[in-house]
């Protein structure tokens, strides 16, 4: 098949899940148009990008020259990028086609996808149901295939929390191996771009490419970007598996519990050798996470002012009004209400007892995975407690939504690679997520896993 006919395709179901509201643009005549030019280009024998054919969707907190950047924010709705995220010239330079930009949960922070200012996304399971957030409509255009691959942002589950909703796979890369200049900052100790796709091989692909040192983002890493697409295939002959048993424990959906045993019992009797471990200080992963990120927010979002760029009230009566009324009116209740949680633990005199105490908390999860990284090589674990929840089911009860990240924070706190595999359905024929958790920089462990359990497991299972 010809790339313009697939790309016609792609946009052809874009406009027949409209109702899902997954899309926020769609970059119809320039997708076309450089699938023509790639047509042309392989017809005339020329070299192409490694990603020459692979289309992409791009989630719209992530910066594309000349369109729209709304972060799924009215205080950002008529904002235009200046340039291009350095994830997206990689992808570019490499002959990829952005077809989209996906709708998100108001600067990536939710876990619904119902706090876009631009309406929800649905779950295309179950229309009443939410895709997960933030990264929503991501999740949704790879479950619907109207592209290959799609961008998302992970701050404590964005990515993977999505993928399980949706059945797609998803990864979020060790903090510092994909650059974040042009990834717009929730909070920025935490934030990771990565892809989610239909299978583990386009996920190497793609990370081969977007991977690696960035002279624009100083936390980026330099160390070297392995072939990942040609490792996947060979799966190391030991591995140790760690089984942490706070990730078992009341609370755990049933169904998801028995489908993760189902798959672990399969790398049982693969060889894989299977090991109880503990996580002590995981109980309090959540709570950290909340208090150290909406910090963050705090910082990052001030910057949005009605001064620099981004919507402004008209006619206010002072600089003060001006301030506070266009943040009033443009932000949506779960920014105001992040932002108003981080400055107060930023405040003089709750700064020692919240903030300073959640960083120390922070190391002792990290260095909870450090040790247990000794005795294991990965760690599995639920995606998610739960299946898709109803559409408003959780939105004035926001302790409840936030409970939705328990298995997926602890990962970014750390700053340690993880990915949702798809592992089966429940009985209401909803997605259930596994977890793949890896040492910082082991991406290839966790693909190499995926690829196994996905060809040799899923595959005869589910897809025969």
Do not use: W
């Amino acid at each position: 098949m010809k790339i313009q006919d697939k790309v016609q395709n792609f946009l052809e179901k874009i406009k027949s899940i409209n109702h899902l509201n997954a899309f926020l643009q769609v970059f119809e005549e320039e997708a076309l148009k450089k699938a023509l030019e790639l047509d042309l280009k392989i017809a005339s024998g020329e070299k192409t990008g490694k990603l020459a054919g692979l289309v992409f969707a791009v989630k719209d907190n992530i910066a594309i020259k000349g369109k729209k950047l709304t972060c799924g924010s009215r205080i950002l709705e008529n904002f235009e990028s200046i340039y291009d995220a350095t994830v997206v010239e990689r992808i570019l330079n490499e002959d990829g086609i952005i077809i989209g930009k996906t709708n998100l949960d108001e600067f990536a922070m939710g876990s619904s996808n119902e706090n876009s200012a631009f309406g929800p996304v649905k779950n295309p399971y179950d229309e009443t149901r939410v895709p997960g957030g933030s990264s929503g409509g991501s999740a949704v255009a790879i479950a619907t295939k109207t592209c290959d691959v799609a961008l998302g942002s992970d701050t404590g589950g964005s990515i993977r929390q999505p993928a399980a909703f949706c059945g797609v796979f998803g990864l979020k890369p060790t903090y510092g191996r994909v650059s974040r200049y042009g990834l717009v900052a929730f909070a920025s100790s935490f934030d990771s771009i990565g892809p989610i796709a239909n299978d583990t091989e386009t996920i190497a692909k793609v990370m081969e490419v977007i991977s690696g040192y960035d002279e624009k983002d100083s936390t980026s890493s330099n160390l070297p970007v392995q072939n990942f697409s040609e490792l996947i295939s060979r799966t190391p002959e030991k591995i140790k598996i760690g089984l942490p048993i706070e990730f078992f424990k009341e609370g755990l959906d049933e169904e998801i519990k028995s489908k993760i045993l189902d798959c672990i019992d399969f790398l049982k009797s693969n060889s894989f050798e299977i090991k109880e471990i503990s996580l002590p200080h995981l109980e309090y992963s959540i709570a950290d996470y909340y208090l150290l990120t909406t910090a963050e927010a705090s910082s990052n979002l001030s910057r949005y002012d009605g001064v620099k760029y981004g919507s402004r009230v008209d006619n206010p009566a002072s600089l003060k009004d001006m301030y506070t009324l266009t943040r009033d009116e443009y932000f949506g209740t779960e920014v105001k209400r992040r932002i108003m949680l981080g400055t107060f633990v930023l405040s003089a005199g709750y700064y020692d007892a919240y903030y300073r105490k959640a960083q120390k908390v922070r190391r002792l999860i990290q260095n909870d995975f450090l040790k247990a990284f000794q005795e294991v090589d990965l760690i599995i674990s639920p995606t998610t407690p739960t299946t898709a929840f109803k559409l408003g089911e959780k939105v004035n009860d926001p302790l409840s939504m936030y409970l939705s990240d328990i298995f997926t924070t602890s990962a970014n706190l750390a700053g340690i690679p993880a990915m949702n595999i798809p592992v089966g359905f429940d009985s209401k024929n909803l997605p259930i997520g596994m977890q793949l958790m890896a040492n910082h920089f082991r991406e290839d462990l966790i693909l190499q896993v995926s690829y196994f359990i996905e060809n040799n497991f899923i595959q005869k299972k589910y897809r025969d």
